[in-house]
């Protein structure tokens, strides 16, 4: 069936260094891809989408780009921050089945002062 | 802004007894649904609802119901709770497939 992928379950950084999280997914055709973030005690914030091969995401100094050949959607930033510490979550929405989202476990970013 | 609320915001329940979330949203969206948020499994779907007086099935719907009585509100319910249905429970709305979910603030439940 449908899933998404995320590597690791936590990231630790510093102020002003690149992340990356990374997402992959299994799904067939073009499933819409999405990121999410969660900030302690809060529902999941909806960060950007993108629906075609080679499309770029992007919100808030984060992107990532569709890419259908390595079926991935990885996250970046180039400098993050301490509030940008929070729990970022993968999604799909699969275009066979059109009402259900799959979302990844979730990538915890602890970002040190 | 969308909006979803969700009540009570936390609750304590006695297994085997009768538990009730609701959710209601202002967004005018058509596509609601119930999530349960466990460490390590992420968000996982319950029930979901694209129209009023229908409810369908999500990834993990045992021991859960749902009802969807208007447009603008959506339950889960729990009939008979067990100290399994302990989580923090999510609910969110969107306008259409494949676009972007708006969550409440969820709702943690402890069931003893």
């Known amino acids: 069936g449908d899933s998404v992928t995320q590597t690791e379950g936590q990231v630790a950084l510093s102020e002003e260094d690149f992340l990356t999280i990374h997402c992959n997914y299994s799904a067939s055709g073009y499933p819409a891809l999405f990121w999410y973030v969660q900030y302690p005690g809060e529902g999941p914030q909806f960060l950007f989408r993108a629906s075609r091969d080679k499309e770029k995401g992007s919100s808030r100094g984060f992107e990532a780009t569709y890419d259908k050949g390595t079926t991935s959607f990885h996250l970046r930033k180039a400098s993050v921050q301490e509030s940008d510490s929070a729990v970022y979550y993968c999604?799909?929405?699969?275009?066979?089945?059109?009402?259900?989202?799959?979302f990844g476990k979730g990538t915890h970013l602890h970002v040190l002062p | 802004e969308a909006a979803v609320t969700q009540s009570p915001r936390s609750k304590v329940a006695v297994t085997g007894g009768k538990v009730t979330l609701s959710c209601h949203q202002t967004n005018n969206h058509d596509y609601m649904y119930w999530y349960r948020q466990d460490t390590g499994h992420g968000l996982r779907l319950i029930h979901y609802?694209?129209?009023?007086?229908?409810?369908e099935k999500g990834d993990i719907p045992d021991g859960y119901k749902a009802s969807r009585p208007s447009q603008e509100n959506f339950s889960l319910i729990l009939e008979l709770a067990s100290l399994s249905q302990t989580a923090v429970y999510f609910c969110?709305?969107?306008?259409?497939?494949?676009?972007?979910?708006?969550f409440g603030p969820g709702t943690r439940l402890t069931v003893l």
């Open positions: 609802s694209y129209v009023a007086d229908s409810t």
């Open positions: 999604a799909l929405a699969p275009d066979t089945n059109a009402y259900k989202v799959i």
């Open positions: 969110a709305s969107s306008d259409d497939w494949g676009y972007e979910q708006y």
